[in-house]
């Protein structure tokens, strides 16, 4: 990779961290709720030098519940709604397995990372994941990138989790405001 320069990125996971979790996915757009502050720190964030990239698992197609072309479909619109309100998304990645094939997108597996990598010249060393879910935390880690647990979503009922194995340990904020504040003030993982 000699003379190639390399990009620093923000993944986020979308559902949990971006817009609400559902209990049973988000399947369609009356269910897109952003969480509360979510917009303004990916305005916050696009001003930044980092590639902001989508890497979002999404079940609901390889267990037949609606079609990939129906999820894509979704998932422009929500990128579309946070460009409209100043935000920026480089890119997206949605692994469409479900939980029960071995699949090397689907995180924990850092795939989606890999494959951004490679797609976008990413720096992972300079690199950060947000995160709501322990399986975002263990893709990250994989990918040697600097993982942080959002509370929001499932978050807060991984905190203990995250806390407590020395191979998972990430700092933990509220939300993805205070991420992107972590991130902009050039913090690193502890």
Known sequence: MLGINLNPA???DRDGVVIENCSDYVKSWDEVVFIQGAITALQHLA???YRIIFITNQALIGRGIRSTEYIEALHAKIVSEICQH???IDASYICPDASNVDSKCRKP????LL???ADHQIDLAQSFLIGDNITDIQAGKAAKVTTLLV???WGAKFVDQIQNNPQLKSPIV??????VQFILQGATSA
């Open 10 to 12: 923000v993944f986020l």
């Open 86 to 88: 100043g935000g920026r």
């Open 174 to 179: 509220e939300n993805l405001q205070d991420a």
């Open 109 to 112: 597996a850092p795939g989606m």
């Open 151 to 153: 509370k929001t979503g």
């Open 47 to 49: 001003a930044s030098h």
């Open 115 to 117: 494959q951004a990598q």
